[in-house]
């Protein structure tokens, strides 16, 4: 499976920006690629996701108009631009990517198919 690995979490205030970003190991071909997140003791939830080939990107309602999901398909790499971060938003975040044979790009987790270690946003009141 493809190996995808997240950086950029950290501890901030509420308010302040993190940038995250998704790196994958090699050149890969995939139909969607997305953010998720999970909190301790909760299900993980979708955050946003891209289509591979340059479409429209798709946002929960409860980031919408905070976050801005991008990528860079010569660098393999997604990024997640979140701003005016909430105390809500602490949550350890995944990088995920669907195969190109999957049919729509989907904000469901068991719709894809490679996941990365995730890493940790923790935003302080």
């Known amino acids: 499976q493809v190996q995808l690995v997240e950086s950029g979490g950290g501890s901030v205030q509420a308010g302040e920006s993190l940038r995250l970003s998704c790196k994958a190991s090699?050149?890969?071909?995939?139909?969607?690629m997305g953010w998720f997140r999970q909190d301790q003791g909760k299900e993980r939830e979708w955050v946003a996701s891209?289509?591979?080939?340059?479409?429209?990107?798709e946002y929960a309602d409860s980031v919408k108009g905070r976050f801005t999901i991008s990528q860079d398909s010569a660098e393999q790499a997604m990024y997640l631009e979140m701003n005016n971060l909430k105390v809500e938003d602490t949550a350890v975040y995944y990088c995920?990517?669907?195969?190109?044979?999957?049919?729509?790009?989907?904000?469901?987790?068991?719709?894809?198919?490679?996941w990365g270690q995730g890493t940790q946003v923790t935003v302080s009141a």
């Open positions: 995920a990517a669907q195969s190109p044979y999957r049919l729509r790009c989907s904000g469901l987790k068991h719709e894809y198919d490679a």
């Open positions: 090699r050149s890969i071909y995939t139909k969607c």
């Open positions: 891209i289509r591979s080939g340059g479409g429209s990107e």
